[in-house]
């Protein structure tokens, strides 16, 4: 499984745009990124995910590099209740229907202040 | 809809005891997963079950062990627990596929004294 790398930590204001980055490297064809955060003492959430495309939902924007190595996480207006561990994740699927484990790493631990 | 449902919420044991956790997914998700979650390994992964089949496992002892049911709910199972076992036990459910995100129960507390 191809192994991610994020910053341990990032400050943004309130008000402003979060951009979370993630360096994927070694990511094959067949894995898609995923984004996840925790807010402290609850479970992780879902918030988007990808495979060569940028996408945006109503959370937030993923930005994916031509070459996949690479990805951001963008919140457009950050604010407190965004203070949580983001986590970038790739995982794969094969047509066969199996898939490989989703691993969750460290995350970068984004605060949110006024 | 309903949300995971993980019970028991909290739990406290002795060592050496066993421990059965109990997860009900989301109506229609077939795919179940369970985490181990301490502040010093943060989320670590333990196992994946789609359609009653163990599809990943993680690098936890067979102390560990889990199963799913043909109604997608699952259980897992600590045996001969320890100290180190006490942590935050999460259960994620999801549609199966590359298009489906997971969505997290509460979690069940065990505590080993």
């Known amino acids: 499984d191809a192994k991610t790398t994020q910053p341990t930590s990032m400050d943004c204001a309130e008000g402003r745009a979060a951009n979370l980055p993630c360096n994927h490297s070694t990511i094959s064809g067949n894995e898609y990124v995923y984004w996840y955060r925790q807010i402290h003492s609850q479970g992780p959430q879902y918030i988007i995910h990808?495979?060569?495309n940028n996408e945006t939902n109503e959370m937030a924007s993923l930005i994916i590099t031509e070459d996949r190595k690479s990805s951001t996480l963008i919140l457009p207006h950050a604010t407190l209740r965004d203070t949580a561990v983001y986590y970038c994740i790739v995982r794969g699927w094969r047509p066969t229907g199996t898939a490989s484990k989703l691993t969750f790493g460290t995350g970068t631990r984004l605060q949110v202040t006024l | 809809k309903a949300g995971v449902t993980q019970t028991p919420r909290y739990l406290i044991k002795t060592r050496g005891q066993q421990v059965t956790l109990s997860c009900s997914p989301i109506?229609?998700?077939?795919?179940v997963s369970w985490y181990q979650q301490t502040p010093g390994q943060g989320l670590q992964f333990l196992f994946e079950?789609?359609?009653?089949?163990?599809?990943n496992k993680g690098n936890f002892p067979g102390r560990f062990s889990g199963r799913q049911f043909s109604n997608s709910r699952s259980e897992m199972n600590v045996s001969t627990l320890e100290l180190g076992d006490s942590a935050l036990y999460l259960c994620?459910?999801?549609?199966?596929?590359?298009?489906?995100?997971?969505?997290f129960g509460s979690g069940t507390r065990l505590t080993v004294v």
């Open positions: 079950y789609f359609s009653e089949t163990q599809r």
């Open positions: 990808g495979l060569k």
């Open positions: 109506s229609g998700h077939r795919s």
């Open positions: 994620a459910s999801s549609l199966d596929g590359p298009g489906g995100g997971y969505t």
